[in-house]
C-alpha cells in the first residue's frame, strides 16, 4: 500500500537576511539545514521501515524557513493532539515535535501550537480549521484524524469528502499539510470498521496529494514485536509517553524530509536555468 520514501537531501546555509530589508524586520539569522532528516530511535522503529510515503515537497515551509526567525505549525485533531495518556505537557507529541525541529533545522525557533479536543471527529476539527488557521496563521498543519470517527462508525463517504474540501481549502491557501492517521492497537481492530476508516484516510491523502505519517503501520509493526504495552496506556486506547515521543519522531523525519526535498528541488530548478 506504502512506497518508501526516499528523501532529495541538501546541506548548507541558505538566505541570510533577505535584499532590502528594513530595520525594523532586524536581522534575519542564517539557518543551516541538515544533511538528512532526523533518524529515529531504537524504541521507535528503523528508520527503512517506517512506510512514510510523501507526495510532495514542502514550498510552503521552505519560503517560511527561508524568510523568517519563527515557523508556526498548527497541530490540530483530537485526544492525541490534546496531550491525551502523556504523563506531562512536555511529554506530548506536541511538545515533543517543536524541540525535534529545532534541533534538526539550526537557526529558527519552532512553534507547534496545539488544538487538541478530546472525542472530536474530522467534521468538527473541519469545521474550526478556517478559525484557526486564522488566529494561528501556520506554514505547516499537522492533521490527526480518523480515530473516533472510525470508533463512532462515522460514514467513510462523510468522512472522505470532510477530509478532501478541508485539504482542498489548505492547498488554496497555500498552507502545507501533513495527516497522521488513527493508531494501532489490538483492541481497535477487533472492529473491521477501524482498519476501513484508516484505509480512506490513505486514500484522501493520495489523492489530495498530501503527506501522510502511516502511525498505524508504525504503531502495528511495533506491536508485533513489543505488545500493545508498550505504546499504548493502560486503556488501550491513548497513546503512552513513548507512543507520544515515537510519532512525534516520526512526524519531525517526514516534515524535516519534506523542507529538504523543496530545497532539493528548488535548487535544481535554478541550475537548470
Request: hydrophobic fraction near 40%; charged fraction near 25%; aromatic fraction near 6%.
Amino acid at each position: 500500500m506504502f512506497e518508501r520514501l526516499y528523501f532529495w537531501t541538501v546541506a548548507g546555509v541558505l538566505a541570510c537576511a533577505p535584499l532590502g530589508a528594513t530595520p525594523q524586520q532586524g536581522y534575519l539569522a542564517p539557518v543551516r539545514l541538515p544533511s538528512a532528516p532526523p533518524d529515529l530511535s531504537p524504541d521507535c522503529g528503523e528508520t527503512r521501515g517506517m512506510q512514510e510515503r510523501i507526495q510532495r515537497p514542502f514550498f510552503a515551509l521552505r519560503r517560511a524557513v527561508r524568510s523568517k526567525s519563527s515557523i508556526k505549525v498548527l497541530a490540530i485533531g483530537s485526544s492525541s493532539t490534546a496531550g491525551v495518556g502523556a504523563s506531562s505537557q512536555s511529554s506530548t507529541f506536541v511538545s515533543r515535535l517543536e524541540t525535534s525541529l529545532e534541533g534538526a533545522v539550526r537557526g529558527r525557533e519552532f512553534d507547534v501550537v496545539g488544538r487538541g479536543r478530546s472525542g472530536e471527529v474530522a467534521e468538527s476539527a473541519a469545521d474550526r480549521m478556517r478559525n484557526e488557521v486564522a488566529e494561528t496563521k501556520p506554514d505547516l498543519v499537522v492533521w490527526q484524524v480518523g480515530t473516533n470517527d472510525a470508533l463512532r462508525h462515522v460514514s467513510l463517504d462523510k468522512f472522505r469528502r470532510c477530509l478532501r474540501t478541508t485539504l482542498a481549502w489548505l492547498a488554496e491557501n497555500s498552507i502545507d499539510v501533513v495527516l497522521l492517521d488513527p493508531q494501532y492497537g489490538d483492541a481497535l481492530t477487533q472492529d473491521r470498521y477501524y482498519e476501513e476508516m484508516v484505509a480512506a484516510t490513505v486514500q484522501v491523502a493520495h489523492e489530495a496529494h498530501v503527506l501522510l505519517v502511516d502511525r498505524f503501520g508504525a504503531m502495528r509493526a511495533l506491536q508485533r514485536e513489543r505488545g500493545d504495552s508498550f505504546y499504548l496506556a493502560s486503556d488501550n486506547l491513548h497513546m503512552n509517553d513513548r507512543g507520544h515521543r515515537c510519532v512525534a519522531e516520526q512526524l519531525a523525519r517526514v516534515i524535516v524530509g519534506g523542507l529538504l526535498q523543496a530545497d532539493a528541488d528548488a535548487s535544481l530548478a535554478v541550475a537548470q536555468h
